[in-house]
Nanobody, 123 residues
């Protein structure tokens, strides 16, 4: 079992930046990949970015590539997502999830999940 706790969400203005954290505990050695997802009100949850604990593998969805940056602190078992140049379309509940299977994780077919953190962007 792996437990994940997201933090760092809040209310920001368009153009601002925000850094989200995902702290993992438990049997983290069984899950080598951590991904971020988001779900806006009335929409399906979508993939945002993924990283390996070593940091050697990173991946982004087309909608955030170039604006969001994912990073990992393997010693602290925490993954960060830096959200730059936020716009109202980025407002959502952001979730992190972890799994040993990156493809299945990206398609939300597997993984341990956190409870989410709300990001609100005012225009």
């Amino acid at each position: 079992q792996v437990q994940l706790v997201e933090s760092g969400g809040g209310l920001v203005q368009a153009g601002d930046s925000l850094r989200l954290s995902c702290a993992a505990s438990g049997n983290t050695g069984s899950s080598n990949f951590v991904a971020w997802f988001r779900q806006a009100r009335g929409k399906e949850r979508e993939y945002v970015a993924m990283i390996s604990w070593s940091g050697g593998v990173t991946d982004y969805s087309a909608s955030v590539k170039g604006r969001f940056i994912i990073s990992a602190d393997n010693a602290e078992k925490t993954v960060f997502l830096l959200l730059n140049n936020l716009n109202p379309e980025d407002a959502a509940v952001y979730y992190c999830a972890t799994s040993n299977w990156p493809v299945s994780l990206r398609h939300q077919k597997t993984g341990y999940w956190g409870q989410g953190t709300q990001v609100t962007v005012s225009s």
